[in-house]
């Protein structure tokens, strides 16, 4: 399954005390690829920073996140912000160079 064009966010709770969000945009489904559920994912933002793809999978990695997120249709940043507010769950925040 290709997943379709458009703006995303991303989510996916760590531990019992932070969250992650992230956002971004699925590109054409047109590009060549492996078989299985995928899409190229740019514009990527960590809970509302804008990353480059190198800084974004060095943060997965440095922090030691497992690598799947839920992902829904639109960008609802902020409305996960306030989720996390009412859940008392800190946003993970990246570093600026990935590092």
């Not at 995928?38 to 440095?62: K, M, Y």
């Not at 497992?66 to 249709?73: D, K, W």
Request: glycine share 12%; with cysteine.
């Amino acid at each position: 399954m290709v997943l379709a064009p458009g703006p995303v966010t991303g989510f996916r709770l760590v531990g019992t005390e932070r969250a992650l969000i992230v956002s971004g945009a699925f590109g054409s489904p047109s590009k060549a690829s492996y078989d299985g559920v995928r899409g190229w994912l740019r514009n990527l933002r960590w809970n509302g920073r804008r990353l480059t793809a190198r800084a974004f999978v060095s943060n997965v990695l440095d922090q030691r996140l497992a690598h799947h997120f839920a992902f829904g249709r639109g960008d609802i940043t902020q409305a996960l912000r306030e989720l996390c507010e009412w859940l008392g769950r800190e946003p993970l925040t990246a570093a600026e160079d990935g590092a």
